[in-house]
């Protein structure tokens, strides 16, 4: 097989730095998870023009569109404690969860295009409620290099190295309600 059959042969390539983990949390830590998201003063949040409204909490730290900086945000709630031990756990050693990011889509909800900001480092995302496809894209030449995460309740990623830094991810309108925590370690000032 010449070498350009064999590229199309393969599946694309997960992009480099990107892990994946089922079933990080059980049932019922995920329906506690899902009370406690649902049960917070979440405020719409508009990223793209054309995209419906997700709605988020911030704690820790909060980017501020406006003033175009990082604040500093409500403590991150004791509630939380417990999945950010398994957090750091899964992140290995010398990783410290300082920011998070509590998200709730509606069905036909999705997310555009984006990085996250380069104030923080590494993203680690916990899928609640529903599924997802959580893609990736990177240019490569005049096209897109792609690849699609399908992101199962009760899973976790991790972004990190290429995959956070080179390829920019989107989630495209969910069919069912999705919640979603973020988790982020920051760069260092
Ligand atoms: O809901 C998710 O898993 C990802 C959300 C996201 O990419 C972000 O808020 O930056
Ligand atoms: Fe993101």
């Given at each position: 097989?010449?070498?350009?059959?064999?590229?199309?042969?393969?599946?694309?390539?997960?992009?480099?730095?990107?892990r994946?983990?089922?079933?990080?949390?059980?049932?019922?830590?995920?329906?506690?998870?899902?009370?406690?998201?649902?049960?917070?003063?979440?405020?719409?949040?508009?990223?793209?023009?054309?995209?419906?409204?997700?709605?988020?909490?911030?704690?820790?730290f909060?980017y501020?569109?406006?003033?175009?900086?990082?604040?500093?945000?409500?403590?991150?709630?004791?509630?939380?404690?417990?999945?950010?031990?398994?957090?750091?756990?899964?992140?290995?050693?010398?990783?410290?969860?300082?920011?998070?990011?509590?998200?709730?889509?509606?069905?036909?909800?999705?997310?555009?295009?984006?990085?996250?900001?380069?104030?923080?480092?590494?993203?680690?995302?916990?899928?609640?409620?529903?599924?997802?496809?959580?893609?990736?894209?990177?240019?490569?030449?005049?096209?897109?290099?792609?690849?699609?995460?399908?992101?199962?309740?009760?899973?976790i990623?991790?972004?990190?190295?290429?995959?956070?830094?080179?390829?920019?991810?989107?989630?495209?309108?969910?069919?069912?309600?999705?919640?979603?925590?973020?988790?982020?370690?920051?760069?260092?000032?």
């Amino acid at each position: 097989m010449s070498e350009q059959l064999a590229l199309f042969a393969n599946k694309p390539a997960s992009p480099e730095g990107l892990r994946y983990a089922a079933d990080f949390v059980s049932p019922e830590v995920e329906r506690e998870l899902i009370a406690r998201i649902a049960a917070l003063p979440l405020q719409p949040f508009q990223f793209g023009q054309y995209e419906g409204k997700r709605r988020v909490a911030s704690f820790g730290f909060r980017y501020d569109y406006s003033l175009r900086r990082m604040q500093e945000a409500n403590p991150i709630p004791e509630w939380l404690n417990p999945t950010i031990t398994e957090v750091e756990a899964f992140g290995g050693p010398a990783t410290r969860i300082r920011q998070i990011l509590c998200t709730e889509y509606d069905t036909g909800v999705g997310i555009g295009w984006h990085r996250d900001k380069p104030q923080y480092d590494r993203v680690f995302g916990l899928s609640l409620g529903s599924a997802c496809k959580f893609r990736f894209r990177r240019p490569a030449g005049e096209k897109w290099q792609r690849f699609t995460l399908n992101a199962e309740p009760r899973s976790i990623y991790m972004m990190s190295g290429p995959s956070r830094k080179e390829w920019e991810h989107s989630i495209p309108s969910v069919e069912a309600p999705r919640y979603s925590i973020t988790f982020r370690t920051m760069v260092d000032q």
